[in-house]
């Protein structure tokens, strides 16, 4: 069985259900044929980052962005100072 996946705007117009129009979230869920549980979980998400929620497909948001440059700028200054201890210890052992 496939998990199902659900567009940005199914999820938005979910929680503007329960939100706005004061649709109970069990009858929503029935409604749509989601599992109670995961529409809580998109109120709550929602509710905790309104304008970033349900980033969708590749699309992150700004602190994971950042993250993962950082990542990738640590691997490459790791890898630039391996480089410069191996030519040090090369230079070093030539001068002896």
Request: glycine share 4%; hydrophobic share 45%; net charge positive.
């Amino acid at each position: 069985m496939q998990r199902r996946k659900f567009s940005r705007e199914f999820k938005l117009e979910a929680v503007r259900l329960v939100k706005e129009r004061g649709v109970a979230v069990a009858q929503a869920a029935r409604d749509l044929d989601v599992h109670e549980n995961v529409l809580r979980k998109w109120v709550r998400e929602f509710a905790a980052d309104k304008q970033d929620a349900f980033p969708g497909h590749g699309q992150m948001k700004a602190e994971q962005q950042e993250i993962q440059r950082l990542r990738r700028e640590v691997a490459k200054l790791k890898a630039e100072r391996d480089i410069l201890k191996k030519a040090a210890a090369y230079f070093a052992k030539d001068s002896i």
